[in-house]
């Protein structure tokens, strides 16, 4: 793992760009919170972009037509959070159980393995490993009525300006 000093601006900006065709289909808006453009934080640049552009896949694919997903970002003394945060769609409960169960296994992706997947499911999978890796965790939170959110909590090692 190569941790470095991320522009997290940018970082999202490519993530939202490989995206906005799968957004397209699904008739999703993409949006990113304006704060995320004058933060940086330290973490590997290839784990996070891959665990960002799963984030993204993810709540895309649970997202009702019409609805917008919006990636944010919150600071506070201990951790750094990146939000992948949708307002129509949610998980189905029989499929939050699946997530549960994919995120206690114990596995660690092999290098070769990192790559953006399409299942959803397995894109939650690839996002808990990436977190594990960088000492972190991955909260997931589903109401039908609220939308769908994923948010990757990583441990606060410097907190920088873009």
Not at 77 to 103: H, K, M, Q, Y
Not at 108 to 126: D, Q, T
């Amino acid at each position: 793992m190569m941790v470095e000093q991320i522009a997290l601006g940018d970082l999202v900006a490519e993530c939202l760009e490989r995206k906005r065709g799968r957004a397209r289909e699904k008739r999703v808006a993409l949006l990113a919170d304006p704060e995320l453009f004058n933060v940086a934080c330290r973490a590997d640049r290839m784990l996070l972009h891959t665990a960002l552009s799963n984030m993204i896949e993810a709540v895309v694919s649970y997202s009702r037509a019409g609805s917008s997903v919006t990636v944010s970002y919150q600071s506070d003394d201990t951790r750094e959070r990146l939000c992948v945060t949708s307002n129509g769609g949610a998980i189905p409960f029989e499929e939050l159980r699946t997530i549960r169960d994919l995120f206690c296994r114990p596995t660690m992706p092999e290098a070769g393995e990192i790559e953006e997947l399409g299942a959803p499911l397995v894109c939650f999978s690839l996002v808990k490993d990436i977190a594990d890796l960088h000492g972190g965790k991955v909260g997931v939170r589903s109401c039908e009525d609220e939308g769908l959110s994923l948010t990757l909590y990583l441990p606060r090692r410097e907190r920088g300006v873009a």
